[in-house]
């Protein structure tokens, strides 16, 4: 079981920035992919940025060139930096890890949520 704890959100203006961390615990052999989805007031979850265990990254087109997603694979944590944020941006965040455990099972697991809020 993997636990997965969210941090960094809150409240800036348009045109600021956020770093929301998310790190992982419990037991499990390794962890794959980690990412970061979203989900506005009446919205549907959607993708955010991923980044496998050897740093290839995707990013959705809405933020491309604003968020950078990182990891630290020895602390088992994910970073997000949000930049030049808007209020479209506003949402509850949440971390995502597709982690293996030590009998070889596929263990997806989801954070708690963190909330960013944008004003404008």
């Known amino acids: 079981q993997v636990q997965l704890v969210e941090s960094g959100g809150g409240l800036v203006q348009a045109g600021g920035s956020l770093r929301l961390s998310c790190a992982a615990s419990g037991s499990f052999f390794r962890i794959n992919t980690m990412g970061w989805y979203r989900q506005a007031p009446g919205k549907q979850r959607e993708l955010v940025a991923t980044?496998?265990?050897?740093?290839?990254?995707n990013y959705a087109d809405s933020v491309e060139g604003r968020f950078t997603i990182s990891r630290d694979n020895v602390k088992n944590t994910v970073y997000l930096q949000m930049n030049s944020l808007k209020p479209d941006d506003t949402a509850v965040y949440y971390c995502n890890a597709d982690s293996v455990s030590w009998l070889g099972r596929g263990q997806p697991s989801w954070g708690q949520g963190t909330q960013v809020t944008v004003s404008s």
């Open positions: 980044i496998t265990s050897g740093g290839n990254t």
